[in-house]
């Protein structure tokens, strides 16, 4: 069966807060063993690194955050096959998305699904499509979180992104990371 790129979409399973790494590696061996490198792409836990705080100063030391506990990301194309192995891995409890009863989940539409990509450093070529010069966007995190701007340019080779942005009345340029930013 050949598959065609727009059947791959991405779909939320709920798990055991705490347990969604172990869920992930259940899920990549599952495609492994059963053969599903062609259905099962990507199976992201939304984790960041965060600053360890003592009486809320920092610590020096780093932990992992997971940005929403009991959830774990996939990236497939819902097949038969493939729809069963998820259901079935130990440690998911179901898809979001799914009324139940036998009937597949609906997709995580891309614009839902890009923020949290971009939160973990998942970025592709697709991505950049959907933003040209000239479009408003938000700085979603990093130095400039919350500033709004206009896109100048984009740099798909360094992942740049130069926005004009308004400071104390002054027109001002902004360069950050494409993936720190969002359309409004």
Known sequence: ?????KDVQWYVVNTYSGHEN???LNLLRRADSMNLHDFVFRVIVAEIEVD???DGLPTGKKKMKNLYPGYVFIEMIMSDEAWYMVRNTPGVTGFVGSSGGGTKPFPVPR???EPILKRMGEIDASMYDRYTVGDFVKVIHGSFE???GRITSIDKDTGNVKLEAVFFGRPTVLEVEFAQIEKI
């Open 52 to 54: 360890v705080l003592k």
């Open 1 to 5: 069966m050949e598959n065609n790129e």
């Open 22 to 24: 172990t869920v992930k």
């Open 146 to 148: 919350g500033t709004e």
């Open 111 to 113: 614009e839902q699904i």
